[in-house]
């Protein structure tokens, strides 16, 4: 006759009360029980047993650009972390000067001719968001002009 080993009573073979393991007379389970892990399926009580996986996520490195002269900012330390006297190193214009920049950065951004065509373009799309307001005023003026000029003479 070979030696027969009987296994430890496991939660799934205990008899249950409104689905959760009777483990003994003294302890019924309670209304106030604040584990989630009684009111889960038997199947999925190892998925919430085990520890939290933590994970950081890296943050997009965003360069800035400041409006004044073209200097690309795209150091280790984010922009945002950067103190409030912080001055372009180039013009010296503060830190609300600086907008966020967009397309890709180059290892030689910040070459003064680099620069100085960036600046011009930044001027030009500058110039174009200024007269707009003024352009849409003087559509305004004309069409008003053409009202009033053609029920006056129909």
Do not use: W
């Not at 689905?19 to 019924?28: E, I, Q, V």
């Not at 009684?38 to 933590?54: A, D, Y």
């Not at 490195?61 to 950067?82: E, H, S, V, W």
């Amino acid at each position: 006759m070979a030696l027969q080993v009987k296994a430890p009573p496991t939660l799934h073979s205990l008899p249950s009360i409104n689905g959760r393991p009777f483990l003994s007379g003294l302890k019924l389970p309670s209304f106030f029980s604040g584990s989630l892990n009684l009111h889960l399926h038997p199947n999925h009580f190892h998925l919430t047993s085990t520890s939290p996986r933590i994970s950081m996520r890296v943050a997009s490195k965003q360069a800035y650009i400041c409006r004044d002269c073209g200097y690309i900012y795209n150091d280790r330390t984010p922009f945002d972390k950067l103190p409030d006297n912080y001055f372009c190193p180039v013009c010296g214009a503060p830190k609300r000067r600086f907008r966020p920049y967009a397309p890709s950065v180059t290892k030689n951004a910040n070459d003064t001719a680099v620069r100085k065509a960036r600046k011009a373009d930044i001027q030009r799309d500058e110039a174009v968001g200024k007269a707009l307001p003024i352009a849409i005023g003087v559509g305004v003026a004309v069409l008003a002009g053409l009202y009033f000029y053609l029920n006056t003479k129909y």
